[in-house]
Nanobody, 124 residues
Framework: QVQLVESGGGLVQAGGSLRLSCAASGRSFSNLVTGWFRQGPGKEREFVGGIKWTGSRTYYADSVKGRFTISRDNAKNTVYLQMNSLRPEDTAVYYC?????????????????WGQGTQVTVSS
C-alpha cells in the first residue's frame, strides 16, 4: 500500500509559477512510478507527466512540455511538479498517482494509488 499526499496548489496569475509536492509513504518504493494528472472543470482526467522512482527519465504531455518539470527527492519520498508560465487553461485539480511498474503509464487506469488532489487556479 502507498499513501500519497499532494500540497502546493493555489491561485496564481497567468505567467506565474507554482510547485506541487507529492509525499509518498508506505511500502518499498522500488519500481514505483509516480504520475501527475489533472482534471479541469467538465473535462476528463489527463496525464501531465511522470517519473520513475529510480533513474532520472521524465515524461510529459505535449501541452506542458517545456513549462512543467517533474523531479523527486528520494530522501524525502517526495515528487515535485514545478509549473512555470502558467496559463488559464492549466486550471484544474492536480493529482499525483503511483503504481509499481517498469514503464510510466499515461492513462489514469494505469495507476492504483492516488492522492486527494490539490486545486490550481490560474487567473487571466
Amino acid at each position: 500500500q502507498v499513501q500519497l499526499v499532494e500540497s502546493g496548489g493555489g491561485l496564481v496569475q497567468a505567467g506565474g509559477s507554482l510547485r506541487l509536492s507529492c509525499a509518498a509513504s508506505g511500502r518499498s518504493f522500488s519500481n514505483l512510478v509516480t504520475g501527475w494528472f489533472r482534471q479541469g472543470p467538465g473535462k476528463e482526467r489527463e496525464f501531465v507527466g511522470g517519473i520513475k522512482w529510480t533513474g532520472s527519465r521524465t515524461y510529459y504531455a505535449d501541452s506542458v512540455k517545456g513549462r512543467f518539470t517533474i523531479s523527486r527527492d528520494n530522501a524525502k519520498n517526495t515528487v515535485y511538479l514545478q509549473m512555470n508560465s502558467l496559463r488559464p487553461e492549466d486550471t484544474a485539480v492536480y493529482y499525483c498517482a503511483a503504481q509499481y511498474t517498469m514503464a510510466v503509464p499515461t492513462t489514469a487506469g494505469g495507476y492504483a494509488y492516488w492522492g486527494q488532489g490539490t486545486q490550481v487556479t490560474v487567473s487571466s
